[in-house]
């Protein structure tokens, strides 16, 4: 039981991190700037592409943590499956 709880501390500061790292990211975002010229819609769409290349390594990093969680239901229910009869 101890390794799960060692596991959920880490998901927790894997999610705070990347709730953070979100944030920071929807806080440089304006949704206002359209682009006045072409020369401002090129800096957007290098925004844009900097952005797509960014999230890359965090899809790595969210299907680590989707993997994470689906293992502790999974020994969760194990667990509870084993000793429900001892608490019953």
């Known amino acids: 039981m101890c390794l799960v709880v060692g596991s ?19 806080n440089g975002i304006n949704l206002d700037d359209v682009g006045k ?3 401002s819609v090129k800096v957007l769409q290098r925004k844009q592409q900097n952005l797509e290349q960014e999230l890359k390594p965090i899809e790595e990093k969210m299907n680590k943590m989707s993997m ?8 969760m229910h194990l667990f509870y499956l084993t000793y429900a009869d001892i608490y019953i």
Do not use: N, S
Not at 8 to 26: A, N, P, S, T, V
């Open 68 to 75: 994470m969680a689906h293992a502790y239901v999974y020994h």
């Open 37 to 39: 010229d072409l020369a």
């Open 8 to 26: 959920i501390e880490l998901f927790q500061k894997m999610c705070d991190e990347l709730k953070d790292w979100i944030g920071e990211k929807i």
